[in-house]
């Protein structure tokens, strides 16, 4: 069965800090891994979107890479703002569990606060 | 140009009753899909649809049940209400299944 971890649950940096988040996937059979943020009370919102045959997608200070073979992905968020401050879930869409009728199976999230 | 939407927002309820969780897209996305967020759990799949009279469970379809008569309307019953179906509820929709998913604002329902 897939299961997508993230490490840290929460973390918090001061304003400008360059940071990493980090997404492990157990089956390295997907089609494609999202990153989104959600902001408390409200829904999901897609950050980057990565197919399986690429290495990563870049929006703004947001880049996100994927090393399918190894289960791992990264967001990287430059120079970090307050606004920044969400939980930030990672999600594959895998081969098996529905994944071709467009299944998504989440991580838990990492919480972001960034601090002025 | 409201995207989707889910309604109601906010619902209290109470053991043994039924419930209808609306959710309505406005770009005639085939795709659409329901979603409940837990602490503890993340996110996880009720239900999805490929197209119109098309459905099929997801993870924890137990208790719901699913119809889709119109490309943009997908609605959730919880047919008799459990306090373990106390969640909030998401609703998405994507164009195909190589795309993103875009994801409504959520129900929040408190099962008493």
């Known amino acids: 069965k897939q299961e997508v971890t993230q490490i840290p649950a929460a973390l918090s940096v001061p304003e400008g800090e360059n940071l990493v988040l980090n997404c492990s996937f157990t089956d390295s059979a997907i089609y494609n891994l999202q990153w989104f943020r959600q902001d408390p009370g409200k829904g999901l919102t897609s950050l980057l979107l990565?197919?399986?045959?690429?290495r990563e997608q870049t929006s703004g200070r947001l880049n996100a890479s994927l090393d399918k073979s190894s289960g791992r992905s990264t967001l990287y968020i430059a120079a970090s703002q307050p606004g920044d401050s969400a939980t930030y879930l990672c999600a594959v869409r895998p081969l098996g569990y529905g994944g071709s009728q467009g299944n998504l199976i989440f991580g838990k999230g990492t919480k972001l606060s960034v601090k002025p | 140009d409201a995207g989707i939407t889910q309604s109601p927002r906010y619902k209290i309820t109470e053991t043994g009753r039924q419930v209808t969780l609306m959710c309505h897209q406005t770009?005639?996305?085939?795709?659409m899909f329901w979603y409940r967020q837990d602490l503890g759990h993340g996110l996880r799949l009720i239900y999805y649809s490929a197209a119109a009279d098309i459905t099929d469970k997801g993870e924890v379809p137990d208790g719901y049940v699913v119809s889709r008569s119109k490309t943009e309307n997908f609605p959730l019953t919880l047919e008799s209400a459990t306090r373990s179906q106390t969640s909030v509820y998401f609703c998405?929709?994507?164009?195909?299944?190589?795309?993103?998913?875009?994801f409504g604002p959520g129900t929040r329902l408190l099962v008493l």
């Open positions: 998405a929709s994507s164009w195909t299944t190589q795309e993103t998913q875009y």
């Open positions: 990565i197919q399986s045959s690429q």
């Open positions: 770009w005639s996305h085939s795709y």
